[in-house]
């Protein structure tokens, strides 16, 4: 049965996806006598942990009961007390774990802590679905960077507008309502001050419900973003920063007072260093980033290899012309190419979208 509550614990941590970062969401369920007494999800950042929200919730009869939870319990203080303490106050007889958590401040400590405690612990379960699911969590401990989702919509033919620079819409409802429920699901949306000023973007979430609202970064080297803008007319609603390398004193003050945060970075011409943005976003504690760049930011972002994930939905339209997308990331032969693995495809209606992890071909 272990494999079937641990499960359920999976599912359950979904519930806290986009809400808690820059701690992991996870999933945690009691299990007593053959039955499910309580359960739990990670709260927003500086809340209970998922076993914490369990512990509580099963309150007396937790004692002699297993705990199912997705990964290794933390052991140390942070913004809250280490669960490890809570789960050996509660009397908890079993712990039953996806997986460690690699953060140095617990990487096998919270199991350990479990066992000198006297309770048995078995780990291993449901590996690889809970690191897909904990992939940006992940790759902010193991890599000290953000995860990095690029985001592209176009035609059957490859396209991301027409000869004429028009792309509304190359997409269609559902696929625009599914890109709204990633925003909602990540820390940060980026895009370049191009893109911005030519749509006119907001890059919120927009769905029915309470959604937790992304950081709205737009990387805008010379300030020139237009401050009649949505996006800037809408600053003190939503969170936004602009990323900047030249100043204009005027402009500054005018963004400071629409509620847009600034914040200086290195750059040169018209371009900022993105491995230092990447870095501020890092150090800000920000665990994941979609990019809704234009082509060119697109290029660049490709170049460095910093995409981790891809969701590219293809409208049921044909254009033709000169608007390819990534048309300068050139691999020039096909040996090159970069693979994505873990394909999924689904239909949006009329729509398209695969999603899948890049990889560098090893022809």
């Known amino acids: 049965m272990d494999r079937y509550y641990l499960k359920l ?22 299990v007593k006598d053959g039955k499910i007494i309580s359960e739990g999800s990670t709260q927003p950042y500086g809340y209970d942990h998922a076993e914490i929200v369990a512990l509580k919730a099963a309150g007396e009869h937790a004692y002699g009961a297993s705990l199912y939870v997705t990964l290794e319990p933390c052991c140390h203080f942070g913004m809250t007390p280490p669960c490890t303490e809570a789960i050996i106050k509660a009397g908890i007889k079993r712990v039953v774990i996806g997986i460690e958590d690699p953060n140095p401040k617990v990487a096998g400590k919270g199991i350990q802590t479990l066992r000198n405690a006297g309770i048995e612990v078995s780990v291993g379960f449901f590996e690889e679905e809970i690191k897909e699911q904990l992939e940006y969590y992940l790759c902010f401990i193991l890599k000290k960077r953000p ?129 230092a943005v990447i870095d501020e976003i890092y150090k800000m504690n920000f665990y994941s980033v979609l990019l809704e760049a234009g082509n060119r930011l697109s290029e660049s972002f490709w170049e460095l290899g910093l995409v981790d994930k891809c969701f590219i939905f293809y409208g049921n339209k044909i254009l033709g012309g000169d608007k390819g997308v990534l048309s300068n990331f050139d691999r020039q032969n096909i040996d090159r190419a970069i693979i994505l693995k873990k394909i999924r495809v689904e239909r949006l209606h009329d729509n398209v979208l695969i999603s899948g992890y890049p990889s560098i071909s090893q022809s």
């Open 9 to 30: 614990a999976l599912r359950i941590a979904e519930r806290s996806r986009g809400i808690c970062s820059p701690n992991p969401f996870v999933g945690a369920l009691i």
């Open 147 to 275: 995860f990095i989702i690029w985001k592209s919509a176009l035609s059957l033919d490859g396209k991301y507008a027409a000869s004429d620079g028009s792309s509304r819409w190359i997409s269609n409802l559902a696929s625009r309502q599914y890109v709204h429920k990633i925003r909602s699901q990540v820390d940060v949306v980026l895009a370049g001050v191009k893109s911005v000023n030519d749509d006119d973007a907001l890059l919120n979430a927009r769905l029915a419900g309470n959604l937790k609202q992304p950081l709205r970064l737009v990387l805008d080297p010379h300030l020139d973003i237009k401050l009649n803008s949505r996006l800037v007319t809408s600053a003190h609603s939503y969170p936004t920063m602009i990323m900047y390398h030249e100043d204009n004193h005027t402009k500054l003050k005018q963004l400071e007072s629409a509620g847009v945060r600034l914040h200086k970075i290195y750059g040169q011409k018209d371009e900022l260093a993105l491995t």
